[in-house]
């Protein structure tokens, strides 16, 4: 099953965890296939729809906190594995760790201190520093353009990553790196082997990280759906990820260059991929323009609608078996979680080997 002297490795699914799989485990010298059901080149997955926040503090709200755990290391990785790719491409990938902003207008004050409340409880006294409460001139120190709101919470230790430019940039590394690529390409995972439409191949281990596309072999795995707006104004400069907190729905707005900010995001239960609705349109519409008057002139650019792979639990699955790793479930955290659980796969993948040296 090896190849050149190096063992075969196939991955199912490139989308992010499939992409940084490869590139990773490339690195180390395996001999890597990647076989991705569309078009690798111009994907169609969550992790091409998402803003690419990655935000511990703001997930341990509703979250369990080992995914706060997972995204502190996440967030460690990107640093180191961002400059790593950018070196290697010779294009940017807009990793920022400039934290984040949570706000709530005056009436909604309760929820902005609910959120403040419920996280420092979560949280050791220690990181608990990595929270600030902000008055009008503290937010406007850090985010002049939110000058309608009295206060806010700062996030310190929070990034975000352009995923438009990520996901090309990894592309570009695997084909540096000689990784055989396979389009078009949908295929069943087995232990050890990889089934496509013509023919079955074997490799010395699977990583199947397909997404819904793994649906039969996952128990509860769903879809989440989620909307998302690209708007485009210069009217409003943002510096880092804002949270608008209202007690009907939830807004984030992500800047990005170009004058651009991505704006989310509804959550349906919902394998649903129709295009997006007059109502969430309406619904986040009214919340960017509360956000700032200004963002009424702004230009819907985009409309993005895609569907998360969901566990029951909302927490994500690695399951492993000689010849054979499943990781799936990442819900709305690919990008915080996906370098942390990267490294339990790398581990797995290297005991396996290890085990039939």
Known sequence: MTHNGSPSIAI?????????????????GLNISLFEAGSLAAPTGACWTAAGMISPLSELVHSERQIYELGLHS?????????????????PVSFRRAGSIVVAHGRDRAELQMFERELQSKLASASAADI?????????????ALGTFEGGIFLRDEGDIDNRRLLPALLEALRLQRVTLHE??????????????EAAQRFDCVIDCRGLGAKDAIDGLRGVRGEVLVV???????????????????????????????????EIDSDDLSPISVRSIMELSSALYSLHPAFA????????????????????????????????GLY????LLAPA?????????????????
């Open 12 to 28: 199912a699914g490139g989308g992010l965890m499939g992409r940084l799989l490869a590139w990773r485990l490339s690195r180390r």
């Open 132 to 144: 600030q409460s902000l008055d009008r001139a503290g937010l406007l120190g850090l985010e002049p």
């Open 332 to 335: 709305r955290h690919g990008y």
């Open 341 to 357: 659980l990267l490294e339990q796969v790398e581990k797995i993948i290297a005991d396996q080997l290890s085990e039939v040296a």
């Open 297 to 328: 002139e702004a230009r819907i650019v985009e409309t993005r609608v895609n569907c998360r792979p969901a566990t029951m639990d909302n927490l994500p699955r690695l399951l492993s078996e000689p010849g054979l790793v499943r990781v799936n």
């Open 184 to 197: 078009d390409s949908p295929v069943v995972c087995e232990k050890h082997t990889i089934t496509g439409r």
């Open 75 to 91: 967030l460690a990785l990107w640093e180191s594995w961002a400059s790593q790719l950018e070196a290697q491409v010779g294009c």
């Open 232 to 266: 485009e104004t210069s009217e409003v400069q943002l510096h880092r990820p804002v949270r608008l907190l209202h007690p009907r729905y939830q807004l984030y707005a992500v800047p990005r260059s170009g004058a651009r900010t991505v704006i989310g995001a509804t």
